[in-house]
T-cell receptor, first 116, second 113 residues
């Protein structure tokens, strides 16, 4: 139980284009989803918290117009990196939690984004 | 906001020895402290967690201790094995129902056979 998937697992895009990453909870309803960014050999940095049906809450320093988050259903959240630049290249990981056990986060496998 | 400090950044031990990783947190309202193991290019995996109403929790070779007064918690791995080699992250959850986690900087553990 508590499986979270991400798609794609890796993506290469050109500067200036947009990339959408999907995060799905496969066997439970995720009332809250989190998006993290992880640079090589660094920790997970929380980008935003999203609750189903409401606007995401972004962490300080994260541009909400650049990293668009949509949590349209209890099983799907998407992160769109708009007008991507090489410095956006990173490992993006989502996680999900349920209202019943809000503290336990289940992580997706991550998406490796490379912007050329 | 919450801040989590983790030490050491790297740790090398001989197979069979114990490994200890320590974390401190700043927000006294934090009440959930998970530990994750992450292998290269993979997702973080929860290995153990502790809530603020207990001081110690053990699961086979892994144990976590919590000192609320000092605001620090530690991960103890006994009888280390080469497959324990990975990056370990501590985290703290601030109060409230969002479950938002703040992560420590990570510890790269190397277990030498």
């Amino acid at each position: 139980g508590a499986v979270v998937s991400q798609h794609p697992s890796w993506v290469i895009c050109k500067s200036g284009t947009s990339v959408k990453i999907e995060c799905r909870s496969l066997d439970f309803q995720a009332t809250t989803m989190f998006w993290y960014r992880q640079f090589p050999k660094q920790s997970l940095m929380l980008m935003a918290t999203s609750n189903e049906g409401s606007k995401a809450t972004y962490e300080q320093g994260v541009e909400k117009d650049k990293f668009l988050i949509n949590h349209a259903s209890l099983t799907l959240s998407t992160l769109t990196v708009t007008s991507a630049h090489p410095e956006d290249s990173s490992f993006y990981i989502c996680s999900a939690s349920t209202s019943g056990r809000p503290r336990e986060q289940y992580f997706g496998p991550g998406t490796r984004l490379t912007v050329t | 906001g919450e801040n989590v400090e983790q030490h050491p950044s790297t740790l090398s031990v001989q197979e069979g020895d114990s490994a200890v990783i320590k974390c401190t947190y700043s927000d006294s309202a934090s009440n959930y402290f998970p530990w994750y193991k992450q292998e290269l290019g993979k997702r973080p995996q929860l290995i153990i967690d502790i809530r603020s109403n207990v001081g110690e929790k053990k699961d086979q070779r892994i144990a976590v201790t919590l000192n609320k007064t000092a605001k620090h918690f530690s991960l103890h791995i006994t009888e280390t094995q080469p497959e324990d080699s990975a990056v370990y992250f501590c985290a703290a959850s601030i109060s409230g129902n969002t479950g938002k986690l703040i992560f420590g900087q990570g510890t790269t553990l190397q277990v030498k056979p």
